[in-house]
């Protein structure tokens, strides 16, 4: 297992142990080294949610039977609620497993299993637990979810937020906020200004998700939002929130964020070198951008490289590079160096890719450039 990489690694027989002597250390005659066979014999070939089950499953059959005696136990071994800035995947990424048992055997529990939600979360996260509760038990959920949103606890605002967000990496979609996201809008609304970065990110994250099905009401969401609550927590949340649109070139996101004159700048001057480049080779891009108008704008500069796939057809990937000022017939000159490495969710192919500068999101310049194996 030497060549493992990322969370998944941790979820092993050390991780059942971990665990496991927790809940010995309250609940005496707990098998740890047991546990901890069964797991090291089962996790070989899973990935991390499935690694994540294992654990859980242990836990259920050496736990008490009646799943009203189990949870207590468990919620016995949690530590202090983490602090703001703490990453719930550094001091308590074990407790992931926990989280994973009240989401696999709590349903007919629901009460029980959402009060231990709002503990397990203030501690590491309830985000992928609910998510069947609120499949399953929406009402009761959802009135939950509402008196989280205005928690003391800045963990169990969050979860209020991340746990309803339609489009949860990692997680299964949740169809009826996707069809209809004004349940999740109820739920955002005392947490369009929040306190707290982490509450904050979240919100951001669930408007952006909204954005993906429902641009529209976004728009007008994000566009009340700052109306009525002009704080700069409410501008961060907006601009991080309409990120999807913004690099879609979306006009009424762009000029919701200020920015304004894309259609008189101008990219008179783009080279792209070199012309060819192998995977591991850095590619240098370099132009001018000029302000053709008689006023100053405020505007958002991206490249956007197409990437050929294998069947020939390009995909194009928005990269971010600046917003400036320029002021009335201003120009001037930028370069960025973008390495052509791969990564997890990318492998690059042979051919020419395209790279346009995007100007506020309309297309001001075009080149080319050759990837070879």
Same mark, same amino acid.
């Given at each position: 297992?030497?060549?493992?990489?990322?969370? &998944?690694?941790?979820?092993?027989?050390?991780?059942?142990?971990?665990?496991?002597?927790?809940?010995?250390?309250?609940?005496?005659?707990?098998?740890?080294?047991?546990?901890?066979?069964?797991?090291?014999?089962?996790?070989?070939?899973?990935e991390?949610?499935?690694?994540?089950?294992?654990?859980?499953?242990?836990l259920?059959?050496r736990?008490?039977?009646?799943?009203?005696?189990?949870?207590?136990?468990?919620?016995?071994?949690?530590?202090?609620?983490?602090a703001?800035g703490? =990453?719930?995947?550094?001091?308590?990424?074990?407790?992931m497993?926990?989280a994973?048992?009240?989401?696999?055997?709590?349903?007919?529990?629901?009460?029980?299993?959402?009060?231990?939600?709002?503990e397990?979360t &203030?501690?590491?996260?309830?985000?992928?637990?609910?998510? !069947?509760?609120?499949?399953?038990h929406y009402?009761?959920?959802?009135?939950?979810?509402?008196?989280?949103?205005?928690?003391?606890?800045?963990n169990?605002?969050?979860?209020?937020?991340? =746990?309803?967000?339609?489009?949860?990496?990692?997680?299964?979609?949740?169809?009826?906020?996707?069809k209809?996201?004004?349940p999740v809008?109820?739920?955002?609304?005392?947490?369009r200004s929040?306190?707290?970065?982490?509450?904050?990110k979240?919100v951001?994250?669930?408007?952006?998700?909204i954005?993906?099905?429902? /641009?529209?009401?976004?728009?007008?969401?994000?566009?009340?939002?700052?109306?009525?609550?002009?704080t700069?927590?409410?501008?961060?949340?907006?601009?991080?929130?309409?990120?999807?649109?913004?690099?879609?070139?979306?006009?009424?996101?762009?000029?919701l964020?200020?920015?304004?004159?894309?259609?008189?700048?101008?990219? /008179?001057?783009?080279?792209?070198?070199?012309?060819a480049?192998?995977? =591991?080779?850095?590619?240098?891009?370099?132009?001018?951008?000029?302000?053709?108008?008689?006023?100053?704008h405020?505007?958002?500069?991206?490249?956007?490289?197409?990437?050929?796939?294998?069947?020939?057809?390009?995909? !194009?990937?928005?990269? &971010?590079?600046?917003?400036?000022?320029? =002021?009335?017939?201003?120009?001037?000159?930028?370069? &960025?160096?973008h390495?052509?490495?791969?990564?997890?969710?990318?492998?690059y192919? !042979?051919?020419?890719?395209?790279?346009?500068?995007?100007?506020n999101?309309?297309?001001?310049?075009?080149?080319?450039?050759?990837l070879?194996?």
């Amino acid at each position: 297992m030497a060549s493992e990489y990322g969370l &998944k690694r941790h979820f092993n027989g050390d991780a059942a142990r971990l665990i496991g002597d927790k809940i010995r250390a309250v609940h005496p005659g707990f098998d740890v080294e047991d546990y901890a066979a069964e797991v090291e014999k089962r996790i070989p070939g899973l990935e991390l949610k499935d690694r994540v089950l294992v654990l859980a499953e242990g836990l259920r059959t050496r736990l008490p039977g009646d799943y009203a005696e189990a949870v207590p136990i468990l919620l016995a071994i949690l530590e202090d609620e983490l602090a703001e800035g703490e =990453g719930m995947f550094n001091s308590s990424w074990f407790l992931m497993p926990v989280a994973r048992f009240v989401e696999e055997y709590g349903l007919g529990h629901p009460e029980l299993s959402l009060d231990a939600i709002e503990e397990i979360t &203030k501690r590491h996260t309830g985000e992928y637990a609910i998510r !069947p509760y609120l499949e399953q038990h929406y009402e009761l959920t959802m009135a939950r979810v509402a008196r989280w949103a205005v928690s003391p606890s800045h963990n169990v605002r969050r979860l209020a937020t991340e =746990g309803v967000r339609s489009r949860l990496p990692w997680a299964r979609t949740l169809t009826v906020f996707v069809k209809d996201p004004h349940p999740v809008l109820e739920i955002l609304e005392p947490l369009r200004s929040d306190s707290s970065e982490y509450v904050r990110k979240s919100v951001a994250n669930n408007l952006n998700d909204i954005s993906k099905d429902h /641009p529209e009401v976004a728009l007008a969401t994000a566009l009340r939002w700052l109306e009525e609550s002009p704080t700069p927590e409410t501008r961060w949340i907006v601009k991080h929130g309409l990120r999807t649109l913004v690099k879609k070139g979306d006009q009424q996101a762009l000029a919701l964020l200020g920015a304004t004159g894309g259609e008189h700048v101008l990219v /008179p001057r783009l080279r792209i070198a070199p012309d060819a480049v192998t995977v =591991g080779d850095t590619l240098v891009i370099d132009f001018d951008i000029e302000n053709t108008d008689d006023r100053r704008h405020s505007i958002a500069i991206d490249y956007v490289v197409h990437h050929v796939r294998k069947n020939g057809r390009s995909i !194009p990937k928005v990269f &971010k590079l600046t917003t400036l000022e320029l =002021g009335p017939g201003e120009k001037r000159t930028l370069e &960025k160096s973008h390495p052509i490495r791969e990564v997890q969710t990318r492998k690059y192919y !042979p051919g020419e890719h395209a790279v346009d500068i995007q100007v506020n999101g309309l297309v001001r310049a075009t080149g080319r450039f050759g990837l070879r194996t």
